[in-house]
């Protein structure tokens, strides 16, 4: 079983990642943003001046642009790589409806 590290965010929060990455992610300042109804593991950076952000899961899956995260468990902190699935925009619609509660 692989082993899982936390990664304190902002607001209280904790992202949980596997081990034998947490310490490269760990060179970067991560905090918590409310994104709809969820909360994600980001951080900002610069480039020639502009400030842009990625989202933890994208940088550990190395997800493509024009392509989405699924967190297979519903839990966007769970950043760990067999919680985090590459998918097209209407996958990624389709996993929301099958985790929604009635």
């Known amino acids: 079983m692989?082993?899982?590290a936390p990664i304190q965010l902002t607001k209280g929060f904790?992202?949980?990642v596997d081990a034998n990455i947490v310490h490269k992610l760990s060179e970067h300042h991560w905090h918590a943003c409310r994104a709809a109804h969820s909360v994600y593991a980001c951080r900002d950076y610069?480039?020639?001046g502009v400030k842009r952000r990625i989202y933890m899961h994208r940088e550990i899956s190395k997800c493509?642009?024009?392509y989405q995260v699924?967190?297979?468990d519903g839990d966007t902190l769970n950043n760990t790589r067999s919680n985090l699935e590459i998918c097209s925009q209407s996958q990624n619609?389709?996993?929301r409806k099958?985790?929604?509660k009635p």
Do not use: E, Y
């Open 98 to 100: 099958w985790s929604k």
């Open 70 to 72: 699924h967190h297979r």
């Open 2 to 4: 692989p082993d899982f």
């Open 14 to 16: 904790v992202a949980m």
């Open 93 to 95: 619609l389709k996993f």
């Open 64 to 66: 493509p642009p024009k």
């Open 46 to 48: 610069k480039i020639n």
